[in-house]
């Protein structure tokens, strides 16, 4: 019989396995936070889940996981205060703070909302350990003023997704919105025509006055 997860246990930890590559760190941190936003319900323990992420530790990472085990660190006490100890020993800092930096500077400017949330994805995908909460709000500051009002009539954004989903569904109907407006304008238009006056003609005078 297959497995039944939840009873007998969370499904298999499926992350590539991580070397201590710094250009590697925001991609298995991914991966790692993800199986754990999905399955961290079924561990029965801080304990099991941070066993789970050193099972995908290769060389010089396990090396280091296996140093924090020996000298029984702090950090293994909760997943998260690991996965953070791992970014700090192997993620290059100036990457690091090149990515906050290009967060930072996202704003929407005039283009479509799938644009520049496809553009905010990529750059939070280097920042895997950022709150959502800060995620949520620079990314709410940089909405246009008009389409940012909009979503916060709209409300119910509970996660940066929410956000996501609401900026491209209410920015796609202001787009659309836009040219029926301007139709109906011309269509009324055509309905009521504008109509000049008609000129008057002046007849020639007769014995120097002028007959109307």
């Not at 399955?39 to 396990?62: C, D, F, K, R």
């Not at 799938?114 to 905010?120: A, G, I, L, Q």
């Not at 500051?141 to 940012?148: M, R, T």
């Not at 989903?165 to 109906?184: N, T």
């Amino acid at each position: 019989e297959g497995q039944t997860p939840g009873r007998w246990g969370p499904p298999p930890l499926t992350a590539n396995t991580f070397d201590g590559s710094s250009h590697n760190v925001a991609v298995f941190l991914s991966q790692i936070l993800n199986h754990f936003d999905l399955y961290g319900h079924y561990y029965p323990s801080n304990w099991s889940m941070i066993i789970a992420a050193t099972g995908v530790l290769v060389g010089e990472a396990y090396e280091w996981a296996a140093d924090m085990f020996h000298t029984r660190a702090a950090e293994l006490e909760d997943i998260g205060y690991f996965l953070a100890a791992l970014r700090k020993r192997f993620e290059d800092t100036t990457t690091d703070k090149r990515a906050e930096g290009d967060l930072l500077a996202i704003k929407q400017k005039g283009r479509m909302a799938r644009e520049y949330v496809n553009e905010f994805r990529r750059v939070v995908s280097k920042l895997p350990l950022l709150p959502e909460s800060l995620l949520m709000h620079l990314f709410e500051e940089g909405l246009d003023p008009k389409l940012h009002q909009a979503c916060l009539y709209r409300g119910s954004h509970i996660t940066l997704n929410d956000w996501y989903h609401v900026a491209i569904e209410l920015d796609d109907g202001l787009k659309c919105l836009k040219p029926k407006l301007g139709e109906d304008i011309q269509e009324r238009r055509s309905m009521y025509p504008v109509t000049k006056p008609p000129l008057k003609k002046k007849i020639p005078s007769v014995g120097g006055r002028g007959v109307m």
